[in-house]
């Protein structure tokens, strides 16, 4: 039903129309018969409802309905009530929209930084609606009861690869912190890079770090305060969508900015007071790399520190476990403790497997998150 053909209609005009409808309204049968009925007086009904100040106030359909202008963009920042949304073909300025909650329903979750979204509005100066959100190619998640609503599971949408930025002293190099992201990007089915950063500060890389060296698809011992290494992670980087994350105080921020000099991230000791692109959000933000390719900055140990594996899946997939993916223990569920049978206490027993990974694996068991 549409309520644009509104008629001009004084007072006068009312009452003679209406008249003219309870006419019409008798003779239905008859016109219907003839077949030269049409909706014309249902139309002109709502038209004088809306009319009527007596009757309950009704906005007409089409002032309110935000499908009426759409336009596709991607989310660049996400908050509890709106995200900051990028419209296609548009420069690098974002605009605001507001979640409806039936689109939060259907998703079951808010959207994530680097999704694909349809925008729509009522009119050129009404406020942006999230419509809908694109089926994902791809997503850095972290695992989460399904079934919450309005709960943040997914990290970052439609991205290539996982970045872990590590320190390697100064915060020293975090196991535990590098398994949980290991566990996450095999979760997520994202290949992994790891960033060794302030290698100025040491001589060579701390023995923890190479064990990960054979469990990450690349590792990049990099200085972002001196820019060495850094055109290495550049090439990687390149026309690819990348998630970062790290431990605060790794020098996440440091690099970033060198990566993206828009960014003008807030460093550890540096406080840009401008405002302008000062970055304190707790939400995920997207930046372009100046070749082409895109960099998102996660919240990292908020993100990512909790893992909601079940025992035996983190025994199933802990990385390093079972190189070539065939669980080998004796029993299905063993969670390589003191179970007869277990592969994983024979690689530790024979060396094949670092202890260090080993007790990794019990620190993340027990933490139970
Ligand atoms: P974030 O919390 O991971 O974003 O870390 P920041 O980028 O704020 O850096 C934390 C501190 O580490 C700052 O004082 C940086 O100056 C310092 N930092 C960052 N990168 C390097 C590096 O490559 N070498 C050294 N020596 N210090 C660094
Ligand atoms: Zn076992």
Redesign the pocket.
Known sequence: MSSEETPEEDSQGISSKRRHHRNRRVNAMEYWQKGIMDESPIKERWSREFKNPRLKHIVPPAEQDPNQKQADGLVVEVHRRTCEVRMDGEDLTSVTARYRATVIDELGEFPAVGDRVTLGRASDDAEYMLLKVHPRRSALTRPGPKDRINQQLTQAANVDQVVI?ASVA?PPFNYGFADRFLLAAAFSNLPLIMVL??M??VDALPPEAEDFLSLVDRCIPI????GEGVDELREILAHKVSVFS?Q????????INRLVPSAL?R???VRVKDGKGRHTTTSASLFDLPGGGMVIDTPGIRALGILDLEPIDLARCFPGFFPDGNFTCRFNDCTHQEEPGCAVLAALEEGRLPLARYDSYLRILSSGN
């Open positions: 930025v100064q950063n302030k100025d500060l200085s972002a305060e001196s790290g605060s105080g790794v020098g996440k921020s440091t690099l991230l460093t550890g000791d």
